[in-house]
């Protein structure tokens, strides 16, 4: 596939937002490029981290995109005279083609993100994100519903920053290098400092791990989720953003004193779900099913660092049942987690 110098630009920058953990996990975040009708977007299950070593951008038809976008349609046009390719554009394609910048950069950075589910979190933002021109949006469905939505605020007033509620930050701006540099002004601005918390018990861990299919995480800070009664509070009560439904499954299950593997098992089985890829053992750490995907891995962390940024007392808007239900049914997800499982 012949590809334009100006490609080389957008690989570097989403190689380094996608390689830091506080902005990018696994294959969350896309990034993209406008150039002339050509919008070079990520592909659907790709991670950004790999964009320097892999062909992770698809050309699509910008007019087309646009076009497909006012017709309700998800299927995204390849651009004129590329040659047809194995890949699937990102979900968030019509978002990347809808936005008049250059450049568009999608990340799920953690401030952002633990803001982004705080009920308070457009009020409290308004000061915080002073002098940028800056949106809030509630919480919508990835892919289509989200480009409409985004699309409608944009008509109202145009923006460089769109924060989504229950789900992160896009920037748009002339360049790859002032769309990272935004990323960070953002970040800056929206920095909270994470709770510590306990180190994990490790040899309780391994006792409560001993002949299952479990094992202590790996991380250190996953097991923050469970040695700190309220970041073990939050992340018991519900799922915060797309990324953790996928990958992670609803609510975090919890072992208490007296509950066995076993049994917490049974019930989770009873409740027609599958088995948890990680739960938090109350008071002594997180262990995690040892056939957990490296994108699970990445998943955990993401909601470590952002569970330990939100206050004892903040009020987070959990994302409601019906639409975790619409994430886990939805044939465009499965399509990503299997190519984001391939890598
Ligand atoms: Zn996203």
């Not at 309700?72 to 936005?99: D, F, K, Q, V, Y």
């Amino acid at each position: 596939m012949q590809q334009p110098g100006i490609l080389n630009q957008l690989r570097r920058m989403s190689a380094r937002v996608g390689k830091n953990i506080l902005l990018t996990q696994a294959a969350g975040g896309n990034s993209s490029i406008k150039q002339g009708d050509v919008l070079w977007v990520k592909a659907s299950g790709a991670w950004l981290a790999d964009a320097e070593t892999q062909d992770i951008f698809l050309p699509i038809s910008l007019s087309g995109a646009r076009a497909a976008l006012a017709d309700g349609n998800e299927r995204m046009p390849l651009a004129p005279g590329h040659a047809a390719s194995p890949l699937r554009a990102s979900i968030e394609t019509s978002l990347h083609a809808l936005m008049p910048h250059p450049v568009v950069l999608h990340v799920h950075s953690v401030n952002t993100i633990a803001w982004s589910v705080r009920r308070d979190g457009s009020d409290e933002l308004a000061g915080r994100l002073d002098s940028l021109a800056w949106h809030w949006l509630d919480y919508h469905h990835p892919g289509l519903p989200l480009a409409q939505a985004v699309s409608e605020s944009l008509a109202q007033r145009p923006a460089d920053v769109l924060i989504l509620g229950n789900h992160g930050l896009v920037v748009g701006a002339s360049t790859c290098d002032a769309a990272e540099e935004l990323v960070m002004e953002v970040e800056r601005r929206l920095s909270l400092q994470p709770r510590i918390a306990e180190p994990a018990a490790d040899d309780t861990l391994k006792q409560i791990c001993a002949g299952t299919e479990y094992r202590p995480a790996p991380d250190p800070v996953h097991h923050s989720l469970a040695t700190n009664p309220h970041n073990l509070s939050i992340a018991t009560k519900g799922s915060l953003y797309p990324d953790h439904v996928i990958f992670l499954g609803r609510a975090m299950p919890a072992l208490v004193e007296g509950d066995d593997l076993a049994a917490l098992a049974a019930r989770v089985a009873a409740d027609g779900l599958p088995p948890s890829v990680a739960v938090l053992v109350r008071g002594k750490g997180t262990i995690i099913r040892t056939d957990a995907s490296a994108a699970a891995q990445a998943l955990l962390t993401c909601l470590a660092l952002v569970v330990t940024r939100l206050p004892f007392d903040a009020a987070v808007e959990y994302l409601p049942p019906a639409k975790e239900q619409a994430l886990l049914n939805w044939d465009a997800e499965h399509y990503r987690q299997q190519m984001t499982a391939r890598r």
